[in-house]
């Protein structure tokens, strides 16, 4: 349908016409009051959407240099409204599926905007506008999704999503009947699209290469908690890239379990790449993976001179006793684990960098004798609020700035004969220390003491 306005063609002004269901127009919503200087402006100016009349079912849209929207904090619905026609001009839309719920077509002499059911810029899809809950989505040359494009939207399928070529957010399809959808190996999807994590399901199987998992798909409160108690994630390397890159791994897992990854692929997964981020899971398991080894769910990697330790996961059990293959502990390696309680080092850790145990809530720690230990790096342990008594190794000489600070609950230490020098703030804010015996090898100490 063609509607003829002079308007549209001769002014640079723009405009929403009304027309009603005889296509009588009804009313013009002339915008020139938002313009300061319309004739030579290039900024495009918004101009609100309101006040439609009950008899009105089309809106034909036109002019240049305009944004045309709807106030979000009014919640406007307009229902009568079935048919939107954009004629030519430079002008966007902002709408959502809610003001305009039963919009049955749009028409376009817009070279921008496609006609069709929905409301489409060139590729990118803006709008479903509500729909019924037997409604297919047909998303043949679609490649983009806008950031709302589903929200409401009544339908559950999706086909012809194989262009697609963006990255998502679940939050585009909240509210929307995909979520409704049932569950397949934990996941629930729109298309091949994974838009929510099923908060009952036992395990978490990506195994499908097919499938592309929204950026913000991923389980919070209590249902995380939860779900490192009894559920799994099984990730397969060929199949993983979509939701490595996704917020999966932060729903937390009683395990993860990654196969036949290499050492590469493995890299792209933070906690084993990144020292200042976390594993919310229980253990970790490799299966069929190079450069690195799990062992009673920790993950270590294997470096020339022996096993490092990466990474305890954040719900891991209540003790841990490091292997005596290990020589190291990496940065940042225990930081905010909630469940440990106490840590056994073997004497064949030489190395436990800065910040290792960095606000976790352990109560003990306790070094093997002959252990070869001779630095506690710094931040080491701080932030341990429940850290209560350390018994440091024989061959101790240097405790570094801020190694023990806000160890609230630290209430004894014992240094070694041999220790030569305590750093700044080395154990600032241990409220509960009262006394501390040092040795007369003691050559250094910095101010210290809150």
Same mark, same amino acid.
């Given at each position: 349908?063609?509607?003829?306005?002079?308007?549209?063609?001769?002014?640079?002004?723009?405009?929403?016409?009304?027309?009603?269901?005889?296509?009588?127009?009804?009313?013009?919503?002339?915008?020139?009051?938002?313009?300061?200087?319309?004739?030579?402006? %290039?900024?495009?100016?918004?101009?609100?959407?309101?006040?439609?009349?009950?008899?009105?079912?089309?809106?034909?849209?036109?002019?240049?240099?305009?944004?045309?929207?709807? /106030?979000?904090?009014?919640?406007?619905?307009?229902?009568?409204?079935?048919?939107?026609?954009?004629?030519?001009?430079?002008?966007?839309?902002?709408?959502? /599926?809610? /003001?305009?719920?039963?919009?049955?077509?749009?028409?376009?002499?817009?070279?921008?905007?496609?006609?069709?059911?929905?409301?489409?810029?060139?590729?990118?899809?803006?709008?479903?506008?509500?729909?019924?809950?037997?409604?297919?989505?047909?998303?043949?040359?679609?490649?983009?999704?806008?950031?709302?494009?589903?929200?409401?939207?009544?339908?559950?399928?999706?086909?012809?999503?194989?262009?697609?070529?963006?990255?998502?957010?679940?939050?585009?399809?909240?509210?929307?009947?995909?979520?409704?959808?049932?569950?397949?190996?934990?996941?629930?999807?729109?298309?091949?699209?994974?838009?929510?994590?099923?908060?009952?399901?036992?395990?978490? =199987?990506?195994?499908?290469?097919?499938?592309?998992?929204?950026?913000?798909?991923?389980?919070?409160?209590?249902?995380?908690?939860?779900?490192?108690?009894?559920?799994?994630?099984?990730?397969?390397?060929?199949?993983?890239?979509?939701?490595?890159?996704?917020?999966?791994?932060?729903?937390?897992?009683?395990?993860?379990?990654?196969?036949?990854?290499?050492?590469?692929? =493995?890299?792209?997964?933070?906690?084993?790449? %990144?020292?200042?981020?976390?594993?919310?899971?229980? /253990?970790?398991?490799?299966?069929?993976?190079?450069?690195?080894?799990?062992?009673?769910?920790?993950?270590?990697?294997?470096?020339?001179?022996?096993?490092?330790? =990466?990474?305890?996961?954040?719900?891991?059990?209540?003790?841990?006793?490091?292997?005596?293959?290990?020589?190291?502990?990496?940065?940042?390696?225990?930081?905010?684990?909630?469940?440990?309680?106490?840590?056994?080092?073997?004497?064949?850790?030489?190395?436990?960098?800065?910040?290792?145990?960095?606000?976790?809530?352990?109560?003990?720690?306790?070094?093997?004798?002959?252990?070869?230990?001779?630095?506690?790096?710094?931040?080491?342990?701080?932030?341990?609020?429940?850290?209560?008594?350390?018994?440091?190794?024989?061959?101790?000489?240097?405790?570094?700035?801020?190694?023990?600070?806000?160890?609230?609950?630290?209430?004894?230490?014992? =240094?070694?004969?041999?220790?030569?020098?305590?750093?700044?703030?080395?154990?600032?804010?241990?409220?509960?220390?009262?006394?501390?015996?040092?040795?007369?090898?003691?050559?250094?100490?910095?101010?210290?003491?809150?």
């Amino acid at each position: 349908m063609h509607v003829q306005n002079e308007f549209f063609s001769k002014s640079p002004i723009s405009c929403i016409l009304l027309l009603n269901k005889k296509r009588k127009e009804i009313k013009k919503m002339n915008t020139k009051e938002f313009f300061s200087d319309y004739s030579h402006s %290039s900024k495009k100016v918004d101009v609100p959407i309101c006040d439609i009349p009950d008899d009105v079912d089309t809106l034909v849209f036109g002019g240049i240099n305009v944004i045309y929207y709807c /106030n979000k904090s009014r919640h406007e619905t307009f229902s009568n409204i079935k048919q939107i026609i954009l004629k030519d001009g430079d002008y966007l839309l902002q709408i959502s /599926n809610k /003001n305009f719920p039963n919009v049955e077509w749009v028409e376009s002499e817009n070279p921008s905007y496609l006609s069709g059911k929905y409301l489409v810029m060139k590729d990118k899809l803006l709008n479903t506008f509500l729909q019924t809950p037997d409604t297919v989505i047909d998303m043949k040359g679609i490649k983009h999704i806008d950031y709302d494009a589903f929200v409401g939207c009544k339908a559950k399928r999706l086909i012809h999503d194989e262009d697609l070529c963006d990255t998502y957010f679940a939050s585009t399809f909240k509210e929307s009947g995909f979520l409704e959808n049932k569950p397949v190996n934990g996941k629930i999807k729109a298309g091949r699209i994974v838009i929510k994590l099923d908060p009952n399901a036992d395990k978490v =199987l990506i195994n499908d290469p097919g499938e592309v998992f929204a950026l913000d798909v991923t389980i919070n409160g209590e249902d995380r908690e939860r779900a490192a108690q009894i559920r799994d994630l099984i990730i397969d390397a060929k199949d993983s890239l979509s939701a490595i890159r996704s917020k999966v791994l932060e729903s937390g897992f009683k395990s993860m379990i990654f196969r036949n990854f290499k050492r590469e692929e =493995l890299r792209m997964i933070s906690f084993f790449s %990144s020292k200042y981020s976390y594993c919310l899971a229980k /253990n970790i398991v490799l299966e069929n993976c190079s450069g690195y080894q799990t062992i009673d769910g920790l993950l270590y990697e294997e470096r020339p001179e022996g096993l490092t330790l =990466l990474k305890c996961p954040v719900y891991h059990d209540k003790e841990v006793r490091l292997p005596n293959n290990c020589v190291g502990i990496e940065s940042y390696a225990f930081l905010d684990v909630k469940s440990v309680e106490s840590v056994f080092i073997p004497k064949s850790v030489t190395d436990i960098r800065a910040n290792a145990f960095h606000r976790c809530q352990l109560k003990s720690i306790t070094f093997e004798e002959g252990s070869n230990l001779k630095c506690i790096e710094p931040c080491c342990f701080e932030g341990c609020v429940a850290l209560e008594k350390v018994i440091l190794p024989s061959k101790i000489e240097m405790i570094c700035c801020s190694a023990f600070k806000d160890c609230q609950k630290l209430h004894t230490m014992i =240094l070694p004969e041999g220790l030569r020098k305590i750093r700044t703030d080395a154990f600032y804010k241990c409220n509960s220390l009262k006394e501390i015996a040092f040795p007369d090898s003691l050559q250094e100490i910095q101010e210290n003491f809150d």
